[in-house]
């Protein structure tokens, strides 16, 4: 079948570095794509995998280890306005984008 | 940028009535989706379209169905609203060709029925 897993909630200090682990079983992987998710508003999108490696780009960077199913999104610099859920979401084929239940991180001061 | 909007935020209705919830992108995206959002459950995909009046169910599609007669608009339509169908339900869009395409999502309507 088709699976996505990440942590439901994580808590982090003020200028500390988290990390945001996904794990995906998908058929046709077409990619591995990160969205921030504030409460009450529509999902932004992050960062996007397609080959194995480190994506950076400024405090957020996204790994993908396509042999292993797995991602992760790392948070440098940690600020209060990283609040927020943050969504992994894999695309297999064309269009079928699988959506994981979101990591809900708590960034405290 | 990318705008899509979604035609309302938050919408009351009442069991078994038709209810139609609107989306307009402004970008010539290709790809049109719906979702619902339901806490611990994720994003579920309810229909999406990759072409005027094409169409394709997506994980959850009973009790609704969607038109796409414009390139830019797409409808979700619940057909006799149940108490169920309560949620969020977010529309996307994205390109068709090109690599890294992402979704851009409206701001959701936030849908009770009651």
């Known amino acids: 079948g088709q699976n996505i897993d990440q942590p439901t909630e994580m808590t982090a200090t003020e200028g500390a570095i988290v990390q945001i682990n996904c794990t995906y079983q998908t058929s046709g992987f077409n990619g591995l794509f990160w969205y921030q998710q504030h409460a009450g508003e529509a999902p932004t999108f992050l960062s996007y995998?397609?080959?194995?490696g480190l994506e950076e780009k400024g405090r957020f960077s996204s790994f993908l280890s396509r042999s292993k199913g797995y991602s992760y999104l790392l948070l440098k610099e940690l600020q209060m306005k990283d609040s927020a859920s943050y969504l992994c979401?894999?695309?297999?084929?064309?269009?079928?984008?699988?959506f994981g239940t979101g990591t809900r991180l708590k960034v405290l001061a | 940028d990318v705008k899509v909007t979604q035609s309302s935020r938050y919408l009351v209705k009442r069991t078994g009535e038709k209810v139609f919830l609107e989306c307009v992108q402004d970008m010539d995206h290709e790809n049109m989706f719906w979702y619902r959002q339901d806490p611990g459950l994720g994003l579920r995909l309810i229909y999406f379209?990759?072409?005027?009046?094409?169409?394709e169910k997506g994980d959850i599609p009973e009790g609704y169905s969607v038109s796409r007669e414009k390139k830019e608009r797409f409808s979700l339509i619940l057909e006799s609203a149940s108490t169920n169908q309560t949620s969020m339900y977010l529309c996307a869009s994205s390109l068709a060709r090109g690599p890294r395409q992402p979704q851009h999502f409206g701001d959701g309507t936030r849908l009770s029925i009651l």
């Open positions: 379209s990759y072409d005027v009046k094409m169409k």
């Open positions: 995998n397609v080959l194995d």
């Open positions: 979401a894999a695309l297999s084929g064309t269009y079928k984008y699988i």
